[in-house]
T-cell receptor, first 114, second 114 residues
């Protein structure tokens, strides 16, 4: 158990809909990262937050947004969903936003868009 | 542009023998490298990491070797056990440039047979 929790574990929805994925980092970790793993793909970095502020952005679509709340949990919002958004979404956390910090991953949310 | 490559999608090894998983990278700014193990329906689990100032790091049965001139790293598992059967991901980041996001390879599926 990495200490990172993600809910829900599975999500099935329809095209055009909007969903919210939730992540709670390990106790004491201030950085949260979101990654997407599509079929037969490696994990792709989406976005990083540190202590409530956006730190870095990857290839995150404009339809996707995220935030980190004062209690340090984070939410990833996916809107106007398309079939191609079906993927595993992982959250990771680390203690800081500098240096050689190991990222610890949650169990992921499997999103299926029908 | 795949900056981190794992050219072997799968590897089969007998229990007790050595498993060698390889990873190549193209971005010379990468200075921190990690290996993660992933079981189905779970998030990636951190195994071992290495800084670019080192060429070897060892933790129990796991050893990571880094050859900076060749932009190549490898993970050695000795002795291999059936419980090591999983997908192994190599990841890299450029922390000294302020980028902690991880760039992942596409993974190598290791099967250790009894």
């Amino acid at each position: 158990d990495s200490g990172v929790t993600q809910t829900p574990k599975h999500l099935i929805t329809a095209t055009g809909q909007r969903v919210t994925l939730r992540c709670s980092p390990r106790s004491g970790d201030l950085s949260v990262y979101w990654y997407q793993q599509s079929l037969d793909q490696g994990l792709q970095f989406l976005i990083q937050y540190y202590n409530g502020e956006e730190r870095a952005k990857g290839n995150i679509l404009e339809r996707f947004s995220a935030q980190q709340f004062p209690d340090l949990h984070s939410e990833l919002n996916l809107s106007s969903l398309e079939l191609g958004d079906s993927a595993l979404y992982f959250c990771a956390s680390s203690a800081a936003d500098r240096g050689q910090e190991t990222q610890y991953f949650g169990p992921g949310t499997r999103l299926l868009v029908l | 542009d795949q900056q981190v490559k794992q050219n072997s999608p799968s590897l089969s090894v007998q229990e007790g023998r050595i498993s060698i998983l390889n990873c190549d990278y193209t971005n010379s700014m990468f200075d921190y490298f990690l290996w993660y193990k992933k079981y189905p329906a779970e998030g990636p689990t951190f195994l071992i990491s290495i800084s670019s100032i080192k060429d070897k790091n060892e933790d129990g049965r796991f050893t990571v070797f880094l050859n900076k001139s060749a932009k190549h790293l490898s993970l050695h598992i000795v002795p291999s056990q059936p419980g090591d059967s999983a997908v192994y991901f190599c990841a890299a980041s450029a922390v000294n440039t302020g980028f902690q996001k991880l760039v992942f390879g596409t993974g190598t599926r290791l099967l250790v047979s009894p």
